[in-house]
Structures are given as C-alpha cells and as structure tokens.
C-alpha cells in the first residue's frame, strides 16, 4: 500500500514493542523453552470452562452492560468483604474491565490532565508510564531499593510536588515479585492525609503469594481506600490470560468518573466469562489455595536450579522469580536474555525494560507459571550455562 506522504506522529512517537512480545517472538523463532511472557502452560479449570460454555449455549453471547454483570460485581464485594472486611456497593463502585491493563489505562486516562505529575515505583509494569505520557501527564520515577525491591519513601515524599495527581503501586510486585507490608500503607496513609494524590494500587496477582506471608490490599485502610482505585484480574487468578477480565473497585465519586472514560474505551468486556466467573469465585476454595499451589511451583523450579550458576532471592508472590546471572556474565541485561534465547534455547525477560533509563542490575525475569516438564527442560538448560 502506498504510503501518504504527509508527516503522522502518535503521541507516543517514542514508544517501542513491548518487550513480552518481543522476546516470545525470539522464544517461538528459535523453538526455545519460553519463560519470559507470563502466561501458564496448563490447563485452566474444566469446571470453568463447563460454566462459560453453559452461558454461550444458554445465549449470553450479546453485550453486557457497561458496568459489568450484576452478579459478579456480587460477587466480587462479597469476596472482598470475606478477604479483606472492604465494603464495596457493587452498583456504583465495582467495574469489570477487559482486562488489567485496560483498566489501568482508562483510570490513568479519566483523571490525569495536562501538567499533571505521576509517581511510578520502578522497575514497573510498561504501561503505567506511557499512559500517563499519551494523557499529558509527566512520569516522576522512583525505584525499590536495590536488591530486595522495598520501597524508598523518602523518595517518594521527595518526588511529591504540587502538582503530583497519581500514585501507581504494585504488590504482589511484577516483575520483582517482592510485597507490600502493612507499614508501606499505614506511612502512605499518613502522608496522603490532606493532599489531593490519587492512588491506583495494581494487586492483580493478589492470591499469589509465598511463605505464609499476608497480602494487605489498599482497600483495608479506610482513609487510603477513599482514594485508591484497586486493580485486578481474573486473568492471572484462574490461569486464563487469554480471556483479558479485570476489575476496578473505587468509591462511588472516583468510580463515576471512571466509567465516563470506561464506556468509550471497551463499553463492556466478555459476556458468558463474566457469567462463568461469577459463579466460580462463589467458593473461595478455587481461588483460596493459588498461593500454596504457585509456591510449590516456585520452589521446585529454584531446587531444580540449585546447582547451576543464577543467583535467586526467592520471589514472595506473583509467578515470577528473578535470577542475578552476575557470576556468568558481565553483558547488559536484553544482550545477555537475547544470548540466552539463541544460544541456549530458554527466554527470559531482562529487568532492565522495566525502568524508564534501563538500569543494568544483571538479572532476568523468568516465569515458573508452568507445568513441570517446562521447568525441567529449563532447569536442565540453565544448569549448564
């Protein structure tokens, strides 16, 4: 197709491939063990797939409304209320979304104006900053301590400024796979008190977390929840990624503003899912015992790497582990992934995409959401490098 010859530019003229694509391209290209895109290998639960497939034959197949069905946002406050003692109004203060990042994007979107300021803790998901960058906002960037991945917040009170509107955090942490502890939101708490600072708290892998440790959503600090937009998806819960089902739970004023933005972005996500998964999260045991169940995965893939060269602070949720690769070579991170990839024929994610300067810290993302022969011919790979 011939090509206008007029000059176009996206206001993200700067804005590359992700770096999940591109490496599950490298991973497919050279037919290499992929733990670099989190995605699991297995199979999602038949019971769900029973119930999704009930309501497309039953014909739930047309849009749902804008908001989401009235059953799972049921659902979802009762399950927030029996995890976490929040009380939510499923009319006016839960919405589902296509998807985690989708509703990352529109609640960047509805409230971040011109001139605005957002504080990101890195290394970050990469579709926090581009969203507050294509509306108008300005990216103020502070990182976890290095090498456990807490959080500074005697930076983060530096970075505060008059004109900071959004707070973005993340816990479990991607693609640290560190938490947040109780004392990261009660100091949060107290120093939001009389600033008018947004907070969006990004917890879509909330069940997933290790060694008896506690996830403490946003949603438990009432002074906090009155400002908090608190992300998930049932995506990374239920093993399907593919099925791209979210949720937003915010108070009443902050959720009307949202779905202004919500309505024209996508409208409505995937009705007979919706369905499916309301029914399915009416008993907390399909979701009570993901952490248990992705521990022992983290565990095994670590045991089975405990002879080769990597490095590991074990992970203390999501379904990620960092491995430091400092004893085998001094390449920057995407050369030494990309070595990895052709060479040896495993894909990991490199670190330093998640930083907005690409900080070389000589480690690599790998995800352990797989079955056990994955990890094994993994394992086996890496242990003779």
């Known amino acids: 197709m011939k090509s206008f010859d007029g000059h176009f530019t996206s206001k993200l003229p700067g804005a590359k491939t992700s770096v999940f694509a591109v490496m599950s391209k490298l991973a497919n290209d050279y037919n290499a063990v992929n733990l670099s895109q989190g995605f699991p290998d297995f199979p999602i639960d038949q019971e769900l797939i029973r119930r999704v497939n009930y309501y497309m034959v039953k014909g739930y197949n ?42 990352l994007y529109t609640a960047i ?110 949603c438990r600090f009432k002074d906090l929840a009155s400002r908090t937009m608190v992300v998930g998806s049932f995506g990374k819960t239920f093993h399907a990624t593919g099925w791209k089902t979210g949720f937003v739970l915010a108070p009443a004023n902050i959720t009307a503003e949202f779905r202004k933005f919500h309505q024209f972005i996508v409208f409505a996500s995937n009705t007979p899912v919706q369905h499916a998964i309301a029914d399915f999260i009416q008993k907390p045991e399909n979701y009570k015992g993901l952490g248990e169940f992705y521990q022992a995965k983290r565990d095994y893939f670590l045991n089975a790497i405990k002879k080769s060269r990597f490095k590991a602070i074990p992970a203390k949720g999501t379904y990620f582990q960092l491995l430091d690769y400092s004893n085998i070579s001094d390449e920057p991170e995407y050369d030494f992934a990309t070595r990895l990839v052709k060479e040896f024929g495993v894909a990991g994610i490199p670190l330093s995409p998640f930083y907005h300067n690409h900080k070389n810290q000589q480690r690599l993302r790998f995800c352990f959401a797989k079955q056990e022969s994955t990890l094994d011919k993994a394992a086996e790979i890496l242990c003779k490098i």
């Not at 009762?78 to 499923?90: L, P, Q, S, T």
């Not at 900053?129 to 090498?147: C, E, H, W």
């Not at 479990?172 to 600072?197: A, V, Y």
């Open 62 to 103: 047309q849009y749902a409304p804008m908001p989401g069905i009235p059953g799972l946002r049921k659902a979802i406050a009762g399950m927030f209320k029996k995890n976490h003692g929040a009380d939510y109004d499923f009319e006016h203060e839960i919405t589902i979304t296509a998807g985690a990042t989708q509703a």
């Open 109 to 218: 979107s509805a409230f971040i104006n011109d001139g605005d300021e957002a504080i990101i803790v890195e290394p970050a998901y990469d579709s926090y900053a581009p969203a507050v960058i294509a509306n108008g906002g300005t990216v103020k960037y502070v990182s976890l301590k290095f090498p456990d991945f807490t959080l500074n917040w005697d930076e983060i009170k530096r970075n505060v400024t008059s004109r900071t509107k959004l707070i973005i955090l993340n816990t479990p942490h991607n693609p640290t796979g560190s938490i947040l502890k109780e004392e990261d939101f009660l100091i949060l708490e107290r120093f939001l008190r009389g600033r008018d600072i947004m907070l969006i708290s990004d917890e879509v892998y909330e069940h997933l977390i290790f060694d008896g440790e506690t996830h403490y959503s946003a």
